[in-house]
């Protein structure tokens, strides 16, 4: 199993261009999450997908953020235009729906760095 | 709503000394547990976790019992390494409608000196 694979590991970009962020969650796992991590706030729930379709985006900063899932074996967060206070460490994570008590399974994240 | 407190670190200790990091939680009904480790430049891995009260979840040595009556999920080992260095989350799983939930503390960053 590969686990969850996102890229890039490494975005450095300027402060109004588009990023776009990549997922690639385990196979077989029914649910997508979106983390966002910062010294300042810790980790913060973005979005998260259920078969697809998106679930709860409650967490996504302002409209500036979309995320989308077009089949079972990628997701992209997207952020237009970007900000210097978007920097931060992305996390993609999955895990199956099957068994109630399934933990969270992590990617290694996409630090951003918008200057 | 739903939250986890956990020690502010760093937690600096030697090589085989004893580990405690701290983990409270406020939640309502009974929540599932988890203990997550990141080491430097990846993602949170699964550490250990447990379901209902008085389990106890265990895995490389660490440890960490499941208390109602404390709500506590306090991380224990008894000799730690030097690769052990890294940062400790704990997260609750809400048990409400929203199982998707999870609720992560803050971090507690443990650094081990041989």
């Known amino acids: 199993d590969a686990g969850v694979i996102q890229s890039p590991r490494h975005e450095v970009t300027e402060m109004g261009q588009e990023v776009t962020l990549r997922c690639k969650p385990i196979s077989g796992h029914d649910y997508l999450f979106w983390y966002r991590q910062t010294m300042m706030r810790g980790l913060e729930l973005l979005i998260y997908f259920n078969n697809n379709v998106p679930i709860d985006d409650s967490g996504m900063p302002e409209d500036r953020f979309s995320a989308k899932m077009p089949n079972a074996s990628f997701s992209t967060l997207k952020i237009q235009p970007s900000e210097p206070r978007d920097s931060a460490v992305y996390f993609c994570?999955?895990?199956?729906?099957?068994?109630?008590?399934?933990?969270?399974?992590f990617g290694n994240g996409t630090r951003l760095t918008v200057t | 709503g739903d939250s986890v407190t956990q020690m502010e670190g760093p937690v600096t200790l030697s090589e085989e000394a004893f580990l405690t990091i701290n983990c409270t939680y406020t939640a309502t009904g009974y929540p599932s547990l988890f203990w997550y480790v990141q080491y430097p430049g990846e993602g949170l891995q699964l550490l250990l976790k447990a379901t209902k009260a008085d389990d106890k979840g265990s895995n490389k040595g660490f440890e960490a019992t499941y208390r109602k009556e404390t709500t506590s999920f306090h991380l224990e080992k008894g000799s730690v390494q030097v690769s052990d260095s890294a940062v400790y989350f704990c997260a609750l799983r809400s048990p409400g409608g929203n199982f998707n939930k999870f609720y992560f503390g803050s971090g507690t960053k443990l650094n081990v000196k041989p």
């Open positions: 994570a999955s895990r199956e729906g099957g068994s109630y008590n399934s933990p969270l399974h």
